[in-house]
């Protein structure tokens, strides 16, 4: 098999990497941006669109193509570099959010965000792995840091643009923005990045990238709709769950076989790759859990604007932002990391304890506490997890390596956010179920509830609140699994890296 193609040729002098570094952090930031820009403004979407039950579609689609797209584009910037992945991956994205832009109901938006997925999740992984391609090992927490920073300041501008947006704007806009942006961030990829030809013309797997996808679709479909919709017991579902194994075979059986595997299973035997990647799932499904229901809880529990409501976001920013910067500091000057994603899921998981007793009223600067530490819980996991799998995987490798990092994270955040959306839409039927007479809970929206006499809207709002409740706990169960899990992280000190690992992957 032939080496990874470099998108950046040869060593950088100091100006020529500092472009590199803001090309892709532009580019990180537009792809990161499309993942939370909507979750301020989605009871204001979903008043015109459809139900509050329906909330947690609009962010899974994007989540579940972005944890497809990831591990396609790592492969294929493996193969043909970095530069025209990247510049693919923008096109991609922005003919998404203009389908977004133009939908008239809420599956076309979902479908929009399904396309702006796949082109976000393979520039999030790109991104990062143009980083290890021109950065020695040792060197790469601190940038891993930075563009981990990168990835935390877009969580929450996300949020703060789209409440300013849908507060004074349409909607639509939400994602016509992103038109100007992408092509100036085409623009600026286009001068910084050197373009490498490959000479060759190497094999794709289609196959595998299909039944990655079909799997996926299936997990997240089953995920959503068990328990809520459909019983767990009812044909449908057992139905549903053996389609997901039968995809999961057929997936597996691929790989095994295909020569340019999209996910090549022998990195599952690689100690780091595994413990990482499932902390990061963990980790991924509580994050964006966080984005989703917090912003959510201030507006209709607690009557916030959504511009204000996205504000709550900010404190969790900054936690990230500490966290991953000082964990990368801590990698340069040590070269060690294992102990940090054990601490940072402890103090997740506390976070996460504190979220699932929010009331009526809770304190708002208790929330903006809490908000603080889940940043902090998730920042180490991010830099750490990202550094720790370029590290232990093979040079030729690294693409596919840094892809799934990313990929289960955002399997994390797909499937974990329709659990929890599943969660959410039983509490609603459980709490509100007697209090609305013949209304169906699932049905309710914003504006219907601000509708409502005093009496009976105090009821509802308590009741949602009431509802919100298993849904950080559940949260916090899995953070504790996540910092049991992260115990077994091997210590591969970073300064052993070198260049002779290539030869793991012939």
């Known amino acids: 098999?032939?080496?990874?193609?470099?998108?950046?040729?040869?060593?950088?002098?100091?100006?020529?990497?500092?472009?590199?570094?803001?090309?892709?952090?532009?580019v990180l930031f537009i792809a990161s941006l499309g993942q939370t820009v909507v979750t301020t403004a989605l009871p204001t979407i979903l008043s015109e669109l459809g139900g509050l039950s329906q909330i947690t579609w609009v962010i899974t689609a994007y989540l579940m193509a972005a944890t497809v797209?990831?591990?396609?584009?790592?492969?294929?910037?493996?193969?043909?570099?970095?530069?025209?992945?990247?510049?693919?991956?923008?096109?991609?994205?922005?003919?998404?959010?203009?389908?977004?832009a133009l939908a008239p109901n809420l599956w076309v938006l979902v479908a929009g965000r399904f396309v702006q997925g796949v082109g976000g999740g393979g520039l999030i992984v790109v991104s990062?792995?143009?980083?290890a391609d021109a950065v020695p090992a040792r060197e790469r927490g601190r940038y891993q840091g930075m563009l981990g920073s990168v990835f935390a300041a877009s969580t929450v501008v996300g949020p703060l643009a789209g409440g300013?947006?849908?507060?004074?704007?349409?909607?639509?806009?939400?994602?016509?923005?992103?038109?100007?942006?992408?092509?100036?961030?085409?623009?600026?990829?286009?001068?910084?990045?050197?373009?490498?030809?490959?000479?060759?013309?190497?094999?794709?797997?289609?196959?595998?990238?299909?039944?990655?996808?079909?799997l996926l679709s299936l997990a997240v479909i089953s995920a959503s709709l068990g328990g809520s919709t459909l019983p767990w017991s009812s044909a449908e579902m057992q139905g549903l769950l053996i389609a997901t194994?039968?995809?999961?075979?057929?997936?597996?059986?691929?790989?095994?076989?295909?020569?340019?595997?999209?996910?090549?299973?022998?990195?599952?035997?690689?100690?780091?790759?595994?413990?990482?990647?499932?902390?990061?799932?963990?980790?991924?499904?509580?994050?964006?859990?966080?984005?989703?229901?917090?912003?959510?809880?201030?507006?209709?529990?607690?009557?916030?604007?959504?511009?204000?409501?996205?504000?709550?976001?900010?404190?969790?920013?900054?936690?990230?932002?500490?966290?991953?910067?000082?964990?990368?500091?801590?990698?340069?000057?040590?070269?060690?990391?294992?102990?940090?994603?054990?601490?940072?899921?402890?103090?997740?998981?506390?976070a996460m304890a504190s979220l699932a007793q929010m009331g009526t009223s809770t304190p708002e600067w208790w929330i903006a506490v809490s908000m603080v530490l889940t940043g902090l819980g998730i920042g180490p996991v991010m830099a750490v997890g990202v550094t720790s799998i370029q590290n232990a995987v093979p040079l030729t490798m690294v693409g596919v390596g840094?892809?799934?990092?990313?990929?289960?994270?955002?399997?994390?955040?797909?499937?974990g956010t329709a659990v929890f959306g599943a969660?959410?839409?039983?509490?609603?039927?459980?709490?509100?179920?007697?209090?609305?007479?013949?209304?169906?809970?699932?049905?309710?929206?914003?504006?219907?509830?601000?509708?409502?006499?005093?009496?009976?809207?105090?009821?509802?709002?308590?009741?949602?609140?009431?509802?919100?409740?298993?849904?950080?706990?559940?949260?916090?169960?899995?953070?504790c699994l996540a910092c049991l899990m992260s115990l077994f992280l091997a210590e591969i000190p970073l300064e052993e890296r070198s260049m002779s690992r290539t030869a793991e992957a012939d």
């Open 423 to 479: 969660v959410f839409a039983a509490g609603l039927t459980r709490e509100l179920g007697g209090a609305l007479g013949g209304m169906n809970p699932r049905s309710l929206s914003k504006d219907a509830i601000m509708a409502m006499e005093p009496g009976l809207r105090e009821a509802v709002v308590t009741g949602i609140a009431e509802a919100l409740h298993p849904v950080f706990w559940a949260a916090t169960v899995l953070a």
């Open 402 to 415: 840094t892809a799934s990092a990313n990929m289960f994270r955002m399997i994390g955040g797909s499937v």
């Open 1 to 26: 098999m032939s080496g990874p193609i470099p998108s950046t040729p040869g060593a950088l002098d100091d100006r020529e990497l500092k472009l590199m570094i803001g090309a892709v952090a532009s």
């Open 245 to 350: 194994l039968a995809a999961l075979a057929v997936f597996v059986m691929i790989e095994s076989r295909a020569k340019e595997p999209i996910l090549p299973l022998r990195l599952f035997r690689i100690n780091n790759f595994l413990v990482s990647n499932a902390v990061g799932l963990i980790v991924g499904s509580a994050m964006f859990g966080t984005i989703v229901f917090v912003p959510f809880f201030m507006q209709v529990v607690r009557g916030m604007s959504p511009a204000l409501s996205g504000m709550f976001t900010f404190p969790m920013m900054v936690g990230i932002i500490l966290g991953s910067s000082i964990s990368g500091r801590i990698m340069v000057r040590t070269g060690r990391y294992r102990w940090m994603p054990t601490v940072s899921t402890l103090i997740l998981a506390g």
């Open 164 to 214: 300013f947006i849908v507060q004074h704007f349409a909607w639509e806009w939400l994602f016509l923005l992103n038109l100007p942006l992408g092509l100036a961030a085409f623009v600026v990829l286009a001068r910084s990045l050197a373009t490498v030809p490959t000479g060759r013309r190497p094999s794709i797997d289609y196959a595998g990238g299909l039944s990655l996808s079909l």
């Open 69 to 100: 797209g990831a591990p396609v584009c790592g492969k294929l910037g493996d193969l043909f570099g970095r530069k025209p992945v990247m510049q693919g991956g923008i096109v991609v994205f922005l003919v998404g959010s203009l389908i977004c």
């Open 128 to 131: 990062m792995a143009t980083v």
